[in-house]
């Protein structure tokens, strides 16, 4: 709280009529002195015609916000605040994998984990947390796709951060539970310590850093339409690809965890899971080779239209 009231950042905020509507507005002012430029935070049982998602196509009012003030960041919250979005003062935005890699890489820089700690993320999330942890020493456990996963590691002990992709987060100390707010309050800290401390940095600027050393991860999540019927068979295929290659690579393992999770011999994965309420095929795609990250969804799409 102290570096936060020092740095005194500029701050937007959409609590898109959710949940968190009052209570965070009431955090930013009356706990940490800021006068922050709210957006949506009156009841509204339709959310304003739209998902509250603060996914980045959401989050556009945003973004003008926070360049057209120029402020610092824009902080964002789903409807039962258990999620959060994040746009940086470049207007950049900020993805629940890189967020989750940001406060990762700050705790360890700021000496703010033990020798014991882990970090636990769902297979569908980023593996630049698992370079991070490397790094220091630290393993990264993988679990499958849900939060129960995580928090279930939480209990244990020892877990610094747990995080998904889909903007879950919670880190050791707090409730095992995913927390928006708590994952907006950290990026606030993480922004308020780069302009103290780092020259006015803003958050993608550190990002860049973490990426200088760890390698740029471009990563995708894309929903492909299929037949009911054909969802098994899809996931077969993955899951049976152990000696097969993809667009000119070889497959190095195959994780069935939750779905079929296919690495590649330099480290590039697709994960093939299908949705349980719906007619579609989830694949999360990630590669530091930009080129063969295009070529790893092209490749994805064409296999799955051909089963």
């Given amino acids: 709280m102290d570096i936060i009231k020092k740095a005194a950042p500029g701050v937007a905020l959409d609590t898109m009529n959710g949940a968190g ?41 945003l973004c003008e916000a926070v360049i057209s003030k120029k ?75 849900g939060f129960k996963y995580i928090a279930k590691k939480m209990l244990e002990g020892n877990v610094l951060i747990g995080g998904e992709e889909s903007g879950g987060l919670s880190i050791k100390g707090h409730i ?3 927390d928006g707010l708590l994952a907006n309050l950290l990026l606030l800290e993480i922004q308020s310590y780069l302009k103290i401390e780092k020259n006015s940095m803003y958050l993608s600027d550190y990002l860049g850093q973490i990426y200088k050393k760890h390698g740029s991860y471009y990563n995708v999540r894309l929903d492909i339409e299929v037949e009911p019927d054909k969802k098994n068979r899809i996931i077969d295929y993955f899951r049976n690809l152990s000696k097969g ?58 296999i799955i239209s051909g089963i």
């Fill in 245 to 302: 290659e993809i667009s000119g690579k070889k497959v190095k393992k195959v994780i069935t965890t939750d779905g079929g999770k296919v690495l590649m011999e330099d480290g590039s994965w697709v994960l093939v899971r299908a949705s349980g309420t719906e007619p579609l095929i989830r694949c999360y795609i990630e590669s530091t080779d930009k080129k063969y990250f295009q070529n790893l969804q092209a490749a994805t799409r064409k």
């Fill in 21 to 61: 509507s009052i209570i965070m507005p009431e955090i930013l002012k009356s706990c940490l002195n800021l006068k922050p430029v709210v957006f949506n935070n009156f009841r509204d049982v339709l959310f304003g015609g739209k998902l509250p998602d603060p996914s980045e196509k959401n989050l556009e009012n």
């Fill in 176 to 178: 095992p539970e995913k």
């Fill in 71 to 145: 402020l610092d960041l824009g902080l964002a919250l789903d409807g039962d605040a258990d999620r959060f979005g994040a746009i940086d003062g470049r207007g950049t935005y900020i993805s629940p994998n890189n967020a989750i890699a940001l406060i990762l890489h700050y705790f360890i820089e700021r000496n703010r984990h033990s020798s014991t700690d882990i970090a636990v993320r769902t297979v569908a999330t980023t593996h630049l947390i698992d370079s991070i942890c490397a790094s220091a020493c630290m393993e990264a456990v993988e679990t499958p796709v």
